[in-house]
């Protein structure tokens, strides 16, 4: 048998599903969220924090690791898991949507990406063959084909030709992977373009991945446009198989994307807004650098457990975010990432239980102006 | 009886001394270190880390708590003990050192000290009674009168003159003195002058404090200067009352500091290390940023019990610091933490052994060619 499996308990093509994710480092169930680990470190939380406030798995990114500290680095000191002292399941991404954001115009071509580093800013060239045997080197248990995220707004012709080139490399992908112990995803791509989501899900469900990543969403499209291209993906892939929306999101577009059959979600927005003072809270986001926090004895949040609630004052997070002090992006970013750990719980409830509309009801509205100063 | 407390177990005027300081937020054996948490932080730690690597007290600075987030905030939310969640003894700085560093010429007068904002850069005033008045709102165990510390070198003349100014100021700060629960100690100069640390330590004592901090060390001066002017000012104050020597040190500043009769260190130099990636251990400073540290899977210092050296190896540790990575940060401070609370348990049963000076040779030898990249 093999050493990674997906167990679906309820729910079935479309809509809320559950059911439990089987990894060589452990299983999870889902619906589940990753935090970005994208340096192979949640940024300001050691990972020795992040299981005390309920993370289950992270996703790291392979284009930055690859460079720094390199993914034969990595394997040589055992892999990310002995690297990060981690010992839950992990994934990484393929590095291609860093061609999205890092590589500028004629980067790509048949034979890969040429995408910016990071480290030194010099162009660094990417294969799907190299994106496998990098992650093969970091050994994360969930691997991710190399795809070529389209930018928004994109034509219909373009986005076609990073659907054929993003099938072409999973092929080459598929080819290339070796390991046993570690489970390679497909990704659908398409844009907002429907025809295109169904034929990238199809062809790509029909290359033989059990697993899949829905990219190329949360990229500027509207809440609307991004929902819409996601049902049409998983519409059309084996429901057997997990599907992990890449990249999204708000709190609420976590009980959104889970409403449209997703079981895995990732994003940064937990420990961004940490580090820009936004709080995760009932109420929505609270700004802790806000003058009016700075006499208040009260917790970020007198419901929550998490290390920052139950030790400190608003006063006291007030004047650490006020000083840029580390020791407060730390607790800041706990907060927010208990605060998801704790909404997945109660999804994973109101799934069980099918309840989840009333949940989004409940949840403040996370729109993109409840969310200024913490985006980028 | 009084809620504080100075316990003389071992050892009388001269040479190492071993004893209990009774504080009203608890008691601490002596020879002690006091970490500096500044602004109510110590660099890139929470609190909470704090207690785990074994530190029993710290420092705060009165001058940039005054200032942000105020001594009345501060006293609005219960105290400094309250506002950091830390249940321990605490002591905060008379802000004199800060007309030292922060302030320009001509900002000394009879009526106090204007001192350069470190929020803002504009010259703020601050009095010896304000300096009490500011101490008694944050609240902490142990707090210090006014005092004048003379830049190095220094005349003789203007030594006296700053000598004679800490004393004419003390006698206000007692005066100004009303909090019962704390104790306000005075703080002897004198620069290398041995006289002027003579006249300063018995004057000082003649003005009725119970407890003393020895300033105006480690500020340019040669150690054999700053260890001669240490001995002479604690031959010339009352054996059974405590002395803080401030601002000092090195961890072998540590130990030639009890060989003399300290009771009590601070110093900024465990955390800014970490921060500058020096890593103290049995053989000196260990660089964590060099590259032969990317591929090293051995932990920081394989006997220590830190955080950082339980879970992760030095690779990792290189990556993080490499990254500039709050979390590294963190992560190398607990470290020098616990180096720093691990080597005053060992004075401690060096002063009770009477083998101080076989721990002095012991330990690598930290001159400030070892501490490069260290310092500011």
Redesign the interface.
């Known amino acids: 048998m093999s050493s990674y499996r997906f167990c679906l308990e309820r729910g079935g093509r479309d809509g809320p599903r559950a059911g439990r994710l089987v990894m060589p480092h452990g299983e999870i169930p889902t619906p589940a969220f990753m935090p970005c680990a994208s340096?192979?470190?949640?940024?300001?939380?050691?990972?020795?924090d992040l299981a005390s406030v309920g993370v289950e798995t992270m996703v790291c990114n392979t284009h930055h690791l690859r460079l720094?500290?390199g993914a034969d680095?990595v394997a040589?000191?055992?892999g990310l898991h002995?690297?990060?002292?981690w010992s839950g399941p992990l994934a990484t991404d393929s590095g291609g949507y860093q061609a999205f954001s890092l590589a500028g115009p004629g980067a790509v071509s048949e034979d890969g990406v040429k995408l910016r580093s990071p480290v030194d800013g010099s162009l660094v060239f990417l294969s799907p063959e190299e994106s496998v045997r990098a992650q093969e080197a970091l050994g994360a248990d969930v691997a991710v084909a190399l795809d070529l995220c389209s930018p928004y707004p994109v034509t219909h012709d373009q986005a076609r030709e990073h659907v054929q080139q993003t099938l072409r490399w999973a092929e080459r992908c598929r080819a290339a992977h070796r390991r046993e112990d570690q489970w390679l995803w497909g990704v659908v791509q398409g844009s907002v373009h429907a025809d295109l989501r169904e034929f990238s899900a199809r062809e790509t469900a029909a290359l033989g991945f059990t697993g899949f990543g829905v990219g190329g969403l949360s990229v500027g499209e509207s809440r609307g446009e991004m929902l819409a291209a996601l049902e049409v993906a998983v519409a059309h892939l084996p429901p057997e198989a997990p599907r992990w929306v890449m990249g999204v999101g708000t709190p609420r577009d976590l009980v959104e994307c889970v409403l449209r059959g997703a079981d895995l979600c990732d994003c940064v927005l937990p420990t961004r807004m940490a580090r820009h003072g936004s709080v995760l809270g009932r109420d929505g986001a609270l700004k802790i650098g806000n003058a009016e926090y700075?006499?208040d004895?009260r917790p970020l949040d007198d419901e929550c457990d998490c290390?920052a609630c139950r030790?400190?004052?608003r006063?006291?997070l007030?004047?650490?975010f006020?000083?840029e002090?580390?020791?407060g992006?730390?607790?800041l970013s706990l907060h927010n990432l208990r605060y998801y750990a704790r909404l997945i719980e109660r999804i994973r409830g109101a799934v069980a239980e099918g309840t989840l509309q009333d949940l989004l009801a409940e949840l403040p509205a996370w729109t993109r102006r409840d969310l200024e100063g913490a985006e980028e």
């Not at 340096?39 to 020795?48: I, K, L, M, S």
């Open positions: 340096r192979a470190v949640v940024r300001a939380c050691a990972p020795d720094r500290p680095v040589s000191l055992g002995a690297f990060m002292a700075r006499t004895p290390p030790l400190y004052s006063a006291y007030h004047h650490l006020r000083l002090e580390a020791a992006w730390r607790l």
